[in-house]
């Protein structure tokens, strides 16, 4: 099992560009999320899937749209990239979102705005 | 949703020591995780103790819970150089909340 894969590793955009990162999990994990990771703020939740065909706001949502392809699949998309949305993006799944589940998480996807 | 907040936001300890790190919290939880970072990597999940749980073990690592003090602790005995990362507790919202972690550096 792969667990749960992220691509792109690294992404450079100019300001104003579009562009997706794609997650996908092969554990058979009904809930999965996106994170964002900034230098000494922990992770933000960013959007969550609780199930397939179920999408939820976290955290910082504001200049992101997400999709829950399949269950498989969760993809994350940049409209109109911002210098501010530079950072490390985590992906991770979960049985389930309720209480006392385990996550598991992507290697991230460095991405700079410049 | 509650975040929790991790005690010290950064401990350098000698190969050999053991290392503690606290992670304190404000409303009643029905359990808390803690999860280790990598430079670079993401999480990787350690343990999930309950609110009726006071203390679990996993290898080296053991965690404590104080409900009545709302604050839970990791402590890893005998630290390796490997065991240098950082550390995060979750609280077991839905969905969990990370707080910002403690960077653990172990010297060899």
């Known amino acids: 099992n792969a667990g749960v894969t992220q691509t792109p590793k690294f992404q450079v955009l100019k300001t104003g560009q579009s562009m997706t990162l794609q997650c996908a999990q092969d554990?058979?994990?009904?809930?999965m999320y996106w994170y964002r990771q900034d230098p000494g703020m922990g992770l933000r939740l960013i959007y969550y899937?609780?199930?397939?065909?179920?999408?939820d706001k976290g955290e910082v949502p504001n200049g992101y749209n997400v999709s829950r392809l399949n269950k498989r699949e969760f993809s994350l998309r940049l409209e109109s990239a911002a210098p501010s949305q530079t950072s490390v993006y985590f992906c991770?799944?979960?049985?389930?979102?309720?209480?006392?589940?385990?996550?598991?998480f992507g290697p991230g996807t460095r991405l700079t705005v410049l | 949703s509650q975040q929790g907040e991790e005690d010290p936001q950064a401990l350098s300890i000698q190969e050999g020591e053991n290392a503690t790190m606290n992670c304190s919290y404000k409303?009643?939880?029905?359990?808390l995780q803690w999860y280790r970072q990598n430079s670079g990597r993401g999480l990787v999940h350690l343990i999930l103790?309950?609110?009726?749980?006071r203390e679990k073990h996993s290898g080296r690592l053991r965690v404590t819970l104080d409900t009545s003090k709302k604050s839970s602790s990791l402590l890893i005995t005998a630290s390796r150089a490997a065991d240098t990362a950082s550390y995060f507790c979750?609280?077991?919202?839905?969905?969990?909340?990370f707080g910002k972690g403690t960077r653990l550096s172990v010297i060899a």
């Open positions: 103790i309950r609110s009726n749980e």
């Open positions: 991770a799944s979960s049985v389930e979102p309720q209480r006392g589940n385990e996550q598991f």
């Open positions: 409303t009643s939880i029905n359990n």
């Open positions: 979750a609280l077991g919202d839905t969905p969990l909340v």
């Open positions: 899937s609780a199930s397939e065909g179920t999408t």
């Open positions: 554990m058979n994990h009904n809930s």
